[in-house]
């Protein structure tokens, strides 16, 4: 063992620290858009379980009431429109319109909407409707991709 032993020293070069960086910023730019995905994805399911309850709440409501209700307050809801979900961050507003019967050939009917908010805005569907002769809407997708998720 001469003088001349070199010492290897512990520790990271930069070029491998580098290497890191790269390969945490791919996976980041891969991981963070399918996850952003997948959360727009699961607001879509609340906006769509909340257009349907309010269809059966109109149904309820057109057995005892010969009419659909008007507003969503007239379902039991505590706002109109109403937030979904309601216990934070809204990320769809529920909303009605409904036309009561006007000739027995023009018989009573209802629209329901649910239109993005927030963060939900960005979302490829755009706003969901639901009618009284249980026909599904989009206005932005396609019905059998938004709706069928």
Not at 7 to 26: D, P
Not at 38 to 56: G, M, Q, V, W, Y
Not at 66 to 73: F, I, Q
């Amino acid at each position: 063992m001469g003088a001349n032993t070199m010492t290897k020293s512990k520790g990271f070069t930069l070029v491998e620290l580098m290497i890191v960086v790269v390969i945490v910023g791919v996976l980041a730019a891969v991981a963070i858009p399918a996850y952003t995905s997948f959360i727009l994805k699961s607001h879509r399911t609340e906006a769509i379980n909340s257009l349907l309850d309010t269809a059966s709440r109109q149904a309820r409501y057109y057995t005892t009431n010969n009419t659909y209700a008007g507003s969503m307050t007239s379902l039991g809801f505590a706002a109109d429109p109403n937030p979904v979900p309601s216990a934070t961050t809204t990320y769809f507003n529920v909303s009605v319109a409904a036309t009561p019967a006007a000739t027995a050939s023009a018989p009573a009917s209802f629209t329901l909407q649910a239109v993005p908010s927030g963060a939900q805005a960005n979302d490829s569907c755009g706003t969901f409707t639901y009618t009284d002769l249980g026909q599904k809407g989009v206005s932005a997708g396609t019905v059998a991709s938004c709706w069928g998720q």
